[in-house]
């Protein structure tokens, strides 16, 4: 080993470590990539874009959530020796009324949805989580519908009936987020608009959240609490009126 090789070792022990204000530039250099992630610096046509992606996805997880209820519905390869299709098809009732119900529910859920979004021409990350967390909750449907059909019971009620509460809190949330935002919306509403759309959207949540609290004391009677919904919008209609 010749006189310099150790030098030369000790100077590539010795170098110095990057100085502080190229570790600076360094992080500001990949900071300013995710200014490409702020929502504020788009466009009004980006925007416009990426509300066209969201309710695109929606919409997808609605016509996902909404064909999967029908495949609760078994048909046998062979009917059961003394059994007629009739006799198939009324013993099947419990599935059939899940299915009929949560279809229903579940339209009413994406026309409410379709309605929302058409006054939204805007969006930001808070919007977009609460959109998810909705979502989350609409494609949870089939699995308690499912369950109700199979297991009757004040567990398998209590469930179906929370999860379509949480459907309403949470699309509650959304709409006065969307609506109290200035800038999200194609209009701006006034007060009293955006009040008069969260109470309308916690209408039926309520229902819910009564039969969730009698399924405690049994299930018929919780799932008779349902028939509230058919009479709960009128009354809703003629007690709270919207101005403008």
């Not at 009757?152 to 929370?162: E, M, Q």
């Amino acid at each position: 080993m010749t006189a310099s090789d150790p030098a030369r070792s000790e100077s590539s022990r010795d170098d110095p470590l990057p100085s502080d204000s190229s570790r600076s530039e360094s992080s500001t250099d990949s900071g300013d990539g995710f200014d490409a992630f702020d929502d504020e610096s788009l466009t009004d046509a980006e925007h416009r874009r990426g509300v066209d992606r969201l309710v695109g996805f929606s919409d997808g997880v609605f016509a996902i959530a909404i064909t999967l209820l029908v495949l609760n519905i078994e048909v046998p390869d062979r009917l059961p020796p003394g059994t007629t299709a009739v006799g198939f098809v009324l013993g099947e009732w419990p599935d059939v009324v899940s299915y009929v119900v949560s279809f229903l529910i579940i339209g009413n859920y994406w026309i409410i949805h379709h309605r929302v979004f058409q006054r939204i021409d805007r969006y930001d990350w808070k919007l977009l989580w609460l959109n998810v967390v909705y979502l989350l909750f609409i494609a949870f449907i089939p699995f308690t519908t499912a369950l109700l059909g199979d297991y009757t019971g004040r567990f398998s009620v209590g469930l179906y009936a929370a999860t379509l509460a949480a459907v309403g809190i949470v699309f509650a949330a959304l709409w006065w987020y969307a609506a109290s935002h200035e800038g999200l919306t194609s209009r701006r509403l006034d007060r009293e608009q955006v009040r008069y759309g969260v109470l309308k959207s916690l209408v039926p949540t309520g229902v819910f959240l009564l039969s969730v609290g009698v399924s405690f004391y049994s299930a018929r009677l919780a799932m008779y609490t349902w028939l509230l919904l058919l009479v709960s919008d009128p009354f809703f209609e003629r007690l709270v009126r919207p101005k403008g």
